[in-house]
């Protein structure tokens, strides 16, 4: 089974940066999708970004484009989320979710089998 452990989490100022680290075992493929969610305390749950290991190909919601960036080195490598010109609004606690698909189409619903523990992020103005 999948594990997903989430680290980098922390309180910063409004305009400053953050990286944020999955590390995923268990895999039993190269093609996975992972993403990253977050929730702030009485929202749902809001899909942030994807990469699609296989290829490298990188989603984004429209909130965090140009500021936030996805990665991996390796297919089974941990996944990254830099965060730059962090706002108060983008606090919350962000999950890793991971699914072995050859696709990524479907990143931005909730609906992934694997799920970290989540990773705590707090932007003050």
């Known amino acids: 089974e999948v594990q997903l452990v989430e680290s980098g989490g922390s309180s910063v100022q409004a305009g400053g940066s953050l990286r944020l680290s999955c590390a995923g075992s268990g895999y039993t493929s190269h093609s996975n999708c992972v993403a990253w969610f977050r929730q702030a305390p009485g929202q749902e749950r809001e899909a942030v970004a994807a990469i699609y290991t296989w290829d490298r190909t990188t989603y984004y919601a429209d909130s965090v484009k140009g500021r936030f960036t996805i990665s991996q080195k390796d297919t089974l490598d941990p996944v990254y989320l830099q965060m730059d010109s962090l706002k108060p609004e983008d606090s919350g606690l962000y999950y890793c979710?991971?699914?072995?698909?050859?696709?990524?189409?479907?990143?931005?619903?909730?609906?992934?089998?694997?799920w970290g523990r989540g990773t705590q992020v707090t932007v003050s103005s």
């Open positions: 979710a991971a699914e072995q698909l050859n696709t990524c189409h479907r990143w931005s619903k909730p609906n992934f089998p694997y």
